[in-house]
């Protein structure tokens, strides 16, 4: 079944500026769809407009087959996470988490079986006495999510509600919240501007940028098959590598930079599509981890040699990165950690081939 339906939906304001426009995806039972872009790409928007809190200025929002863009947000069933958890600081974690409930009139009996069961999940139950100002980020970030819990609502939405907290206890929150939608299996709309996180939450990823869908994919398709330059660019750490380039032999054998030198013959992947690019002006992307530091001799007749030097290693423990140019643009690689080189030498890196992207460089679409 159908959960949530956006169809053309724009949100724009009396200054004549829009947040989002002609926004169309779906939801369905069960899935946790992630809305990612840069900030001001309109993804708040579109949550707030789905929980009820924003006006929708055209289009049609559907939630279980119902139109309820003029429904008010308490009769949507729907319960939101925000970014700042929005806590009552003089209430106890059991009452900020009974809050909703008893404005909705439950019986006692019902609330605390709910705030228990609740704080349960979440592991709450040695600090339901507690109030919000002594408990760590984490802990109130899930007092936050035990409160949108204890409604049994239809849909939750999280507006980046793990923004607030430090890299170790997000990257802790992010597994609690995915398991949380499968113990619960419930439909989730989750936003946030950090791609690893859209990556790893996410059956279905919508990409945004300048209040425009840009992608709608499973994680590791966009991934593998970027529709743009951009969403190439955003997902995918450290981002990939572009240059700018020409196709010029007729039978697609070199690939020139601008300057003429970086010459990779690509007779071996090209499909005939590259004929309708030849001597016009593309970008070519090659991801950090598809640099290769040596020769992987089962892929041969797809490698490219060349020989840079290296203006900055970074040893990440696990990995290695590499700083160097080709023809004056900077480049990234991510090699396995062995032994780690000396900046300002010389080494020999291995581009594949097969894992290059070709970008329109003025419409910045990806040619396939
Ligand atoms: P962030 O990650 O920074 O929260 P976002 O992607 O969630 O950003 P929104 O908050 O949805 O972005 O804002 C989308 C765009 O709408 C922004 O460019 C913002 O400036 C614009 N906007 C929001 N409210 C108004 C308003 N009242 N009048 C005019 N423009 C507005």
Known sequence: MLKV???NISKSYEN????????????????????????????????RMIAGLEEITEGELFIEDKKVNDISPKDRNIAMVF??????PHMTVFENMAFGLKLRKFNKEEINLRVNEAAKILELEPYLQRKPKALSGGQRQRVAVGRAIV???????????LSNLDAKMRVQMRTEISKLHKKLEATMIYV??????????GNKIVVLKDGIINQISSPLELYNFPV???????????SMNFIKGKFVDELGIKFISNNKTLKINLSSILNQNYKLYLNKDIILGIRPEDIYDESNNANI????????????VEPMGNEIYLYFQIEG????????????????????????????????????????
């Open 192 to 201: 946030t501007h950090d791609q690893t996180e859209a990556m790893t939450m």
């Open 151 to 161: 409604r049994k609502p239809k849909v939750f939405l999280f507006d980046e509600p």
């Open 16 to 47: 004549g500026n829009f947040a989002v426009k002609n926004i169309s995806f779906d939801v369905d039972d069960k899935e946790f769809v992630v809305l990612v872009g840069p900030s001001g790409c309109g993804k708040s928007t579109i949550l």
């Open 301 to 312: 007749l797809h490698q490219e040699k060349i020989n840079v030097e290296l203006e900055v």
């Open 83 to 88: 970014q700042n958890y929005a806590l009552y």
């Open 5 to 7: 339906q956006l169809k």
């Open 228 to 238: 743009n330059k951009f969403v190439a660019g955003f997902i995918g750490s450290p």
């Open 329 to 368: 643009t900077q480049f990234i690689a991510r090699i396995p950690a062995r032994e780690v080189p000396n900046s300002g030498s010389t080494k020999n890196l291995f581009l594949d081939l097969s894992k290059l992207h070709f970008f329109d460089a003025e419409s910045e679409l990806a040619i396939r």
